[in-house]
């Protein structure tokens, strides 16, 4: 995750605003028990014009034009929090709701979640940097009503299928970013550029955002960040990239994802402080190699993992 920090007490706060979105979808629900999940995205068109309304819009644009309101470039200067001019959207696809395009859909449910980093429940801090998000802030209320709105219907606890960004198999040797580097060539540098410095909107104006997000350098997300772990990355582009493809639709194989993501992620980018003293980076022992991430074992760890990465460039 890239950039704002959203503190401690902001983060179990935002907490609180999705354990009451669950309790009252599950007191809603609680005669539908054996219903499947479904990914029934709730229609924000169809929300009334109303201050609820507009806070959910809010979230919504938060998400997808993160930089105009808390990029670094934002106008009003009290709230550039955001450490890049990613937007959350340009990693969480579709505003937050494309399946194994990192969703937030349905996200309500499964959270307060135990976070090995801090040791206690958590929603979306500690993958962050940069500066914290107040609590109180209407941006930090909005990104709540947001969330809280895409889990419309989903029952307390569901987990719902389409979470994360996939499951993809491990190879039987370690990722290759020499080969990474051809893929790369031939199936991103067209949109993500030479220098995987992606396309500004522009250039003049980075409160625009990206039009394509870069993927490394001092304006991507940090060595920290979620993606920067090589098999979040690997479920990403398979589902995802190039732009257009979907988990149904891959248009990697799963060789080029894997190459091509360790390329990626042996190119420069900002470091986050005190990653060193932080578990997920030692990925043998690493939190997100428990049995709940969906994305993880230890064998892919051993085998494909940052620590084995080979030729880092
Ligand atoms: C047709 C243009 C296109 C191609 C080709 C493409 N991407 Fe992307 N990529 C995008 C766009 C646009 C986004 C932002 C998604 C959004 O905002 O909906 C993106 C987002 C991403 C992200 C998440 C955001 C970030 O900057 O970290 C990664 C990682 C990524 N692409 C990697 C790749 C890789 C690796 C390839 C080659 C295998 C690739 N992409 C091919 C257009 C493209
Ligand atoms: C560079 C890509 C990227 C950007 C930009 C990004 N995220 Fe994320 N985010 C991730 C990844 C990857 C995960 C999965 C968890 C992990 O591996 O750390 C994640 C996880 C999350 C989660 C928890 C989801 C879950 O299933 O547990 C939330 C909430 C979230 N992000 C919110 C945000 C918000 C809000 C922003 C913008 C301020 C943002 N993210 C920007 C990549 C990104």
């Not at 669950?22 to 014009?49: E, F, G, H, R, Y």
């Not at 550039?80 to 494309?98: D, M, Q, S, V, Y």
């Not at 104006?205 to 039009?211: E, F, N, P, Q």
């Amino acid at each position: 995750m890239t950039f704002i920090r959203i503190g401690f007490t902001a983060s179990m706060v935002f907490c609180a605003f999705l354990a009451a979105a669950a309790v009252a979808q599950k007191q809603d629900q609680k005669n539908d028990k054996t219903s499947p999940p479904v990914w029934t995205v709730p229609d924000i068109n169809a929300l009334p014009d109303d201050a609820a309304g507009r806070l959910v819009r809010h979230g919504r644009d938060l998400i997808t034009m993160t930089d105009a309101y808390i990029g670094p470039h934002a106008a009003d200067r009290d709230t550039r929090f955001a450490g890049n001019n990613l937007a959350c959207g340009n990693c969480h696809l579709e505003a937050g709701t494309k399946k194994f395009g990192l969703p937030i859909f349905g996200l309500a449910s499964d959270f307060p979640r135990y976070s090995a980093r801090t040791g206690a429940d958590i929603s979306i801090e500690e993958r962050m940097n940069g500066r914290p998000l107040p609590v109180q802030s209407p941006d930090m209320q909005a990104l709540a009503a947001y969330v809280k709105f895409l889990s419309s219907g989903v029952v307390q606890g569901e987990q719902v299928p389409g979470h994360g960004a996939g499951t993809m198999p491990e190879l039987d040797r370690a990722a290759d970013p020499k080969h990474g580097k051809l893929v790369y060539t031939r199936a991103c540098l067209g949109c993500h550029n030479t220098n995987g410095s992606g396309i500004a909107r522009s250039p003049q104006a980075m409160s625009l955002g990206y039009a394509v997000p870069s993927l490394w350098g001092g304006d991507s997300f940090n060595d920290g960040a979620g993606m920067a772990r090589l098999i979040t990355l690997e479920n990403f582009l398979h589902s995802n990239m190039p732009h257009g493809a979907d988990y149904r639709n891959p248009m990697l194989s799963n060789e080029a994802a894997w190459d091509v993501a360790a390329y990626v992620e042996s190119q420069a980018r900002p470091h986050k402080s005190g990653l060193d003293r932080d578990f997920s980076s030692d990925l043998l022992i690493s939190p997100l190699t428990r049995p709940t991430d969906p994305t993880a074992s230890p064998k892919s760890n051993i085998n494909t993992g940052r620590l084995s990465l080979s030729g880092r460039q």
